[in-house]
């Protein structure tokens, strides 16, 4: 069918469009060698003309779009927004989501490398390692038992919840459909000198002087590493998640990586911790890194090991920023990204953020909490994935030593790890 509108004539258009969905243009755009005018010029045709209704697309965060249509094709694509009642950047972001579906990557085929998610925060006290056990066992826990728990939570959250989440109950609902979490391997690694992780699971920490992950990076092991993982022993995990324990000896690890890059001709500080855990990647589906509150050369490793891999899609690894709802954590946070952005332009590598968790979140302190949660909703590169409540569960499974999934498998806190884990990177 002929084009109605003439070749060559376009004009600029301004719009919005989710972050996620900008990324994944340009990405697909460049694998598939087209422009993205181009693209988007199919993706508009297409969706005008395509008989069945497209799936809702979550919006919010939604940021400043612009490309070149064809002069007068925006204004029939406004026509055919409001004939089926959706904004103008809904239609826009279905358009390019049926578009990305149906013009697929030229790499679709399933990575061989484990998804790695890098629980980070320079801020100490925010819930990295509440955050990252919960993560680690709702990816190990039985698939069908885990999604059955979530899909009854999110049915009973309230519109107060749901809107302190920014997010519609069909929205929720389609993220749980479509999660792959469940039943899978996963390694928890504690990657914190003070040894949160370890002792809250009940497992010894390293001694110091002995075989860890650190002299496994520093190159000074001679063992196999495997030779450290503890399995956490529960039936909800039925074998599937092991623990890396951590060591004090991590308080020397920035120093550490210095000189052996000093004295070790070639030896790249921040691809060390990658280089430690590559024997232990081929066991696991899922790697999950508690990480300490620092912006040294250990913080440098782990967002190396976060970064996204060639063969593997966007948002599939990157780290995961636990938050509060205060000022200390915005200023933590800035500083963290920061970091991100120096290593991304430093070592031409991308980093992708799977979004953020506010933790410890008590509507009873008023304006300072509720403020500051507009604040992380309104930040245009990030995504709050999770609110967490202060809830007495998660201090009854450190007391106990056992995991939250283990202990209360249908609290809130429980399905809301669900909700993280089944959430991140979407």
């Not at 001679?222 to 000896?249: C, M, N, Q, Y």
């Not at 052996?260 to 691809?271: D, I, P, Y």
């Not at 899922?286 to 190396?304: E, F, H, Q, R, T």
Request: aromatic share 4%; proline share 5%; glycine share 8%.
């Amino acid at each position: 069918m002929a084009s109605p509108y003439p070749d060559g004539d376009r004009e600029k258009v301004t719009s919005k469009l989710p972050p996620s969905l900008q990324k994944q243009l340009k990405i697909r755009c460049a694998e598939l060698d087209l422009d993205i005018q181009e693209a988007v010029t199919a993706a508009v045709t297409g969706w005008r003309s395509g008989d069945q209704v497209a799936p809702v697309v979550d919006t919010a965060g939604a940021r400043s779009f612009s490309t070149w249509l064809p002069a007068g094709m925006y204004d029939d694509f406004k026509v055919t927004c409001n004939e089926r009642e959706v904004s103008f950047t809904q239609g826009l972001a279905q358009s390019v989501l049926v578009w990305l579906e149906a013009n697929s990557s030229a790499s679709t085929a399933q990575p061989s490398s484990p998804r790695r998610i890098v629980v980070c925060n320079q801020k100490g006290g925010v819930g990295k390692t509440t955050i990252s056990a919960g993560v680690a066992e709702a990816h190990a826990e039985e698939a069908g038992v885990g999604a059955e728990c979530l899909r009854a939570f999110v049915d009973s959250l309230t519109s107060a919840e749901l809107a302190r989440l920014n997010r519609t109950r069909e929205h929720l609902l389609s993220v749980v459909a479509d999660s792959t979490v469940g039943g899978q391997r996963v390694l928890l690694v504690d990657y914190d000198p003070q040894l949160h992780l370890s002792n809250q699971l009940g497992i010894a920490p390293i001694p110091m002087g002995k075989e860890s992950l650190v002299s496994h990076m520093t190159g000074e092991a001679e063992g196999d590493i495997r030779d450290l993982l503890v399995t956490i022993d529960d039936p909800r995990f039925a074998g599937r998640l092991k623990v890396l324990p951590g060591t004090s000896d991590g308080f020397l690890l920035d120093s550490k990586l210095a000189i052996t890059a000093v004295n070790s001709r070639g030896f790249q500080k921040e691809a060390a911790l990658e280089r430690a855990l590559h024997p232990l990647e081929a066991d696991f589906d899922v790697i999950v890194i508690d990480s300490p509150p620092s912006l040294g050369l250990a913080m440098d490793a782990g967002l190396y090991f976060a970064r996204k891999r060639p063969e593997e899609n966007s948002g599939r690894s990157g780290v995961l920023i636990p938050v509060q709802s205060e000022d200390s954590s915005a200023d933590a946070y800035r500083m963290l990204v920061g970091q991100m952005e120096d290593l991304e332009t430093d070592l031409r590598l991308e980093i992708d953020s799977l979004g953020i968790v506010v933790n410890l979140f008590d509507s009873r302190r008023g304006y300072i909490a509720t403020s500051s949660l507009e604040e992380w909703h309104s930040l245009e590169e990030q995504r709050v994935i999770a609110v967490v409540d202060d809830l007495k569960e998660q201090r009854e499974t450190v007391r106990l030593k056992r995991p939250l999934l283990a202990y209360v498998p249908e609290s809130k806190q429980a399905n809301v790890m669900r909700l993280i884990a089944a959430g991140a990177g979407r």
